[in-house]
């Protein structure tokens, strides 16, 4: 926790707070996007998650916080992945007063401005425990994907909703989501098996101490997401997979 942290403890909390998670985002990290973001959106805190990055991320992300009194930093000194990333943050947000946290990804594939809504939908629905946002791609939005991870994403949510989760769910893997905070406290409070598939074990966390995910959980489907390709996951890890859906399987799905 930062000084400028601590001087925030005194000022009245917002009561949602969106935590962003960073590795080495110093080159494509769309600067404009941000600022734009925390002067426009004064109602929302912000939690930026320095992931052990090795270039100049952290100064960035440390002078947001200087000037503008609703962004938050959190450093991580040894780069833990996106899953432990946003579960630091969350737990971190304990210290707060929030009633809704959410998530989303660095490159703002995802803009604030859809978060915004998927926050409202939330609010609006106070059924739910987690909103969901959802690439499809309508007549009249702007959801911009490639061909290959589209058609690979299809076929991760089949297997995802026959087999893991055992709900039809189009889309886990959309990096927007919001929570309820107390929801979000229990769902992360111990560590995940898998560092990109952690949405899947949240979900499932969740139907194992909820039940019926359909009367917790709703998609949402965004009217803008942009891919901004560099994806963080090596082909590796894609290879690897069906061995970690194997693991969830074993382990909480059974």
Not at 132 to 155: A, P
Not at 228 to 235: A, E, H, L, P, Q
């Amino acid at each position: 926790m930062t000084e400028t942290d601590y001087k925030k403890l005194d000022k009245k909390m917002n009561e949602s707070l969106f935590i962003v998670p960073f590795f080495n985002e110093e080159k494509r990290m769309p600067l404009g996007e941000f600022l734009r973001a925390f002067e426009t959106f004064p109602e929302i805190d912000f939690l930026l998650v320095n992931d052990g990055s090795s270039d100049q991320t952290r100064i960035i992300l440390d002078d947001f916080a200087i000037n503008f009194s609703n962004v938050k930093t959190l450093d991580l000194k040894i780069n833990q992945g996106k899953a432990e990333a946003i579960r630091a943050g969350i737990l971190f947000s304990k210290q707060f007063e929030y009633q809704y946290l959410g998530y989303l990804d660095a490159d703002l594939s995802t803009p604030i401005s859809e978060m915004i809504r998927l926050l409202a939908f939330s609010k609006a629905n106070p059924n739910l425990d987690i909103t969901m946002g959802t690439r499809i791609k309508l007549l009249g939005n702007s959801v911009v994907r490639s061909s290959k991870r589209h058609y690979l994403g299809r076929i991760f949510a089949t297997i995802i909703s026959n087999f893991i989760l055992k709900t039809p769910v189009y889309d886990t893997q959309c990096g927007a989501k919001i929570i309820k905070s107390e929801v979000a406290h229990f769902l992360f409070e111990d560590k995940f098996q898998t560092r990109w598939l952690f949405d899947v074990e949240m979900l499932l966390r969740l139907k194992n101490a909820k039940g019926n995910l359909e009367n917790y959980v709703a998609e949402l489907p965004l009217t803008t997401w942009i891919e901004k390709g560099n994806t963080k996951i090596k082909f590796k890890e894609f290879v690897n997979f069906p061995f970690q859906l194997t693991k969830i399987y074993l382990k909480d799905a059974i």
